[in-house]
């Protein structure tokens, strides 16, 4: 039941771009459109950003898009700004008696 | 407007047992599977357990299994984890989730403002 892999941190300036990944298997991200990517700051609940791999949901920033490439799915913020610097996870549908698992989480720092 | 409010959350002695409740509200309650997702302090988030929208179909981590139950009562729009044989490693905030699905898990869209749960003597 191991979680999808998602690198521990990544960091932009204000107005870059940067890409969070989130490795899976045929099992999960590879095989089924059920990704979703979650904002979350400290002490709070998390918050849909993307849905079914590309989907933003209604209030969601057009700055957060999502994507997927085999078994690896990747959300990008683009126009970074400081109000990005969260916690994000990915999450994905698994064909298996646990059927939802959610990625290891990575820290976004705006320097 | 969705609203999730778990409550029943606190203190309880290793071995101790505990029920979580989530009040839903601002959306049809059986028309949507619901999760419980836990996050130990200072780790990323867990999912541990599903229901269908009837409550017909379950579904369980190993770390929980055996120990916890989740259930519904669609009368009352209200979902219920039942905790037992609780460990330390079971400290962490619960959050009760709603799915954007009514069987399989699609991943969560709206959640709960989470409820801590201490095992501890």
């Known amino acids: 039941q191991s979680a999808l892999t998602q690198p521990a941190s990544v960091s932009g300036s204000p107005g870059q771009s940067i890409t969070i990944s989130c490795t899976g298997s045929?099992?999960?991200?590879?095989?089924?459109?059920?990704v979703s990517w979650y904002q979350q700051y400290p002490g709070k609940a998390p918050k849909l950003i993307i849905f079914?791999?590309?989907n933003r949901p209604s209030g969601a920033s057009n700055r957060f898009s999502g994507s997927k490439s085999g078994n690896t799915a990747s959300l990008t913020i683009s126009g970074l700004q400081a109000e990005d610097a969260a916690d994000y996870y990915c999450?994905?549908?698994?064909?298996?008696?646990?059927?939802?698992?959610f990625g290891t989480g990575t820290k976004v720092t705006v320097l | 407007e969705v609203q999730l409010l778990e409550s029943g959350g606190g203190l309880v002695q290793p071995g101790g047992s505990l029920r979580l409740s989530c009040a839903a509200s601002?959306?049809?309650?059986?028309?949507?599977?619901m999760s419980w997702v836990r996050q130990a302090p200072g780790k990323g988030l867990e999912w541990f357990s599903t229901?269908?929208?009837?409550?017909?179909?379950?579904d369980y981590a190993d770390s929980v299994k055996g120990r916890f139950t989740i259930s519904r009562d669609n009368s009352k729009d209200t979902l219920y984890l039942e905790m037992n044989s609780l460990r330390a490693d079971d400290t962490a905030v619960y959050f009760c989730?709603?799915?954007?699905?009514?069987?399989?898990?699609?991943?969560?869209?709206?959640w709960g403002q989470g409820i801590l749960v201490t095992v501890s003597s």
């Open positions: 989730a709603k799915d954007r699905a009514v069987v399989v898990p699609a991943g969560p869209d709206y």
């Open positions: 601002g959306f049809t309650f059986s028309n949507y599977a």
């Open positions: 229901i269908s929208g009837r409550g017909g179909s379950t």
């Open positions: 045929s099992s999960d991200v590879g095989g089924y459109n059920y």
């Open positions: 079914d791999v590309s």
């Open positions: 999450s994905s549908y698994r064909s298996s008696s646990t059927p939802l698992v």
